[in-house]
T-cell receptor
Framework: DGGITQSPKYLFRKEGQNVTLSCEQNLNHDAMYWYRQDPGQGLRLIYYSQIVNDFQKGDIAEGYSVSREKKESFPLTVTSAQKNPTAFYLC?????????????FGEGSRLTVL | QKEVEQNSGPLSVPEGAIASLNCTYSDRGSQSFFWYRQYSGKSPELIMFIYSNGDKEDGRFTAQLNKASQYVSLLIRDSQPSDSATYLCAVRGGYQKVTFGTGTKLQVIP
């Protein structure tokens, strides 16, 4: 079945450590996205990528980094520069070249800083 | 001005009533619009998307888009307690950027 796989589902980090969240899709989608959600809040865009080897900063990119070396993969690194990284992280993808494309989500990764 | 705005609620409606959720956006070049339902602690699930002016119906749900006024709405007919959730509006703009509103919490009272 086609879909988006995020891993790990739960992650604990000590302050000062970098962590990488994985996002893999087998939907052959062009565009991929990372969002952050804090309790009781909406989704805020961290980074997005329209095509391989290209990505753009979203609204809250500081303290995060991404890469897009393959069409199906869009990992997110939460660096030690991110001052408040505890949150629910969601990866999404969409078929880029059509208005009718649906934005699909993975199940999310919950990061807790100890 | 926020790119996508929603009333945070909570919006309370009795079971069987119509729930009306609204969303406004700032980018006139926005291309397509999505409504998601999200239960606490879960990933958002797509209810509907719309990209042409007018209404789009799917079962108990109707999405309405008015590009001139820059708003999109979602109507839920015959609301059920299981519809109680947070509803997120998302807008796809230039360069494939997809921005979400803060969500509206809906409570359906049995």
């Amino acid at each position: 079945d086609g879909g988006i796989t995020q891993s790990p589902k739960y992650l604990f980090r000590k302050e000062g450590q970098n962590v990488t969240l994985s996002c893999e899709q087998n939907l052959n989608h062009d565009a991929m996205y990372w969002y952050r959600q804090d309790p009781g809040q909406g989704l805020r865009l961290i980074y997005y990528s329209q095509i391989v080897n290209d990505f753009q900063k979203g609204d809250i990119a500081e303290g995060y980094s991404v890469s897009r070396e393959k069409k199906e993969s869009f990992p997110l690194t939460v660096t030690s520069a991110q001052k408040n990284p505890t949150a629910f992280y969601l990866c999404a993808s969409i078929q880029g070249q059509t208005l009718t494309g649906e934005l699909f989500f993975g199940e999310g990764s919950r990061l807790t800083v100890l | 001005q926020k790119e996508v705005e929603q009333n945070s609620g909570p919006l309370s409606v009795p079971e069987g009533a119509i729930a009306s959720l609204n969303c406004t956006y700032s980018d006139r070049g926005s291309q397509s619009f999505f409504w998601y339902r999200q239960y606490s602690g879960k990933s958002p699930e797509l209810i509907m998307f719309i990209y042409s002016n007018g209404d789009k119906e799917d079962g108990r749900f109707t999405a309405q888009l008015n590009k001139a006024s820059q708003y999109v709405s979602l109507l839920i007919r015959d609301s059920q307690p299981s519809d109680s959730a947070t509803y997120l509006c998302a807008v796809r703009g230039g360069y494939q950027k997809v921005t979400f509103g803060t969500g509206t919490k809906l409570q359906v009272i049995p």
